[in-house]
């Protein structure tokens, strides 16, 4: 019985109804980038005639999680900067932080916050397309939204547990529906096509001994998730520190000095985004405004 509703569980969030299947605008997308003929352009004029998404895309762009000098202002310079594989995450991300109500701005406080600490450890390391890295922080907690969305009585339980046990959120989704929501984001990454260079972090950020073709990536994205957690930034109902996987420690090779210098990175970086984040909550409370 209770494997039954487990699989009932599953089921119900691979075939996930309430979150955007992802404007049409994606798979034109997709389609123009495997011709070979398509320019940044062209792109960006598809991208554009989605006001709301193009304007989201750009502030995105320019926050502190990417950190170029200077500021992008058109669509094909950033499909230049980052690619393809960025933009369209970034597509998923402007589409998904449009349905966290004011009560989620903090779990997309700890995105950014994940993304930034991300892209400083992946330059760091010397990892090439840091901002893919960086990218995959940004939509590292997409399961819990796809469960709050689609099992929203489960989904209480799971916040019940959290309080009453002190329990970790992960913990506690795999005590109600025997898997966790970085199994679930991973699925999610899958279905939305997007590389293993995302998916594979997204689906092993809390277990990245797990991760067999992105281990480096996986361990860059479990240890800045903890150390945003550490940090208390944007951390919600779960405000539980999961421990820092050996295998993912040993996989970075960081010396005491190292984390001196991330760590002061990091927090500074923080400020921008904060700003960011009280962007986002504006115009979450105050949608017809602007």
């Known amino acids: 019985m209770e494997n039954d ?7 119900a969030l691979r075939e996930v109804k309430n979150l955007p299947t992802l404007p049409g605008i994606v798979a034109k997308l997709t389609r123009m980038a495997e011709d070979p003929d398509t320019t940044t352009e062209q792109m960006g004029r598809v991208i554009s005639k989605d006001h709301i998404l193009a304007a989201k895309l750009l502030k995105l762009v320019n926050s502190a999680f990417y950190g170029f000098p200077q500021k992008i202002s058109s669509l094909s310079s950033a499909i230049i900067l980052l690619g393809f594989n960025v ?20 779990l997309w406080e700890h995105s950014l ?22 990218t995959a922080g940004l939509i590292h907690d997409i399961g819990k939204v796809a469960v709050k969305m689609e099992l929203p ?25 025997g898997l966790d929501h ?7 990454a899958k279905s939305w096509f997007l590389p ?20 480096l990536a996986s361990a860059i994205l479990h240890f800045s998730d903890v150390l945003i957690r550490g ?23 960081l010396s005491a000095t190292d984390l001196d210098e991330i760590l002061d990175e990091v927090e500074e ?22």
């Not at 509703?5 to 089921?11: D, I, L, S, Y």
């Not at 916050?113 to 960086?134: C, M, N, Q, W, Y």
């Open 269 to 290: 970086n923080l400020w921008d985004v904060k700003g960011f984040s009280l962007d986002i909550k504006s115009e979450l409370e105050n949608p017809n405004q602007g």
């Open 113 to 134: 916050g994940t993304a930034v600490a991300a892209s400083i450890l992946a330059k760091r390391l010397g990892i090439k397309d840091p901002e893919e890295v960086s």
């Open 231 to 253: 940090l208390g930034y944007g951390h919600g109902a779960d405000i539980w520190v999961p421990p820092l996987s050996k295998v993912a420690w040993e996989a970075l090779g």
């Open 182 to 188: 970085a199994e679930v984001g991973g699925w999610l």
């Open 5 to 11: 509703r487990k699989a009932e569980f599953r089921k």
């Open 87 to 106: 933009i369209k995450s970034l597509i998923i991300s402007a589409s998904i932080f449009e349905l966290m109500e004011s009560s989620d701005v903090e």
């Open 153 to 177: 009585e489960q989904y209480d339980e799971i916040l019940n547990r959290v309080e009453m046990k002190k329990i970790s959120m992960a913990e506690a989704e795999r005590m109600v529906l």
């Open 196 to 215: 293993k260079k995302l998916v594979e972090p997204i689906a092993c950020h809390h277990a990245p001994k797990n991760a067999t073709e992105e281990p």
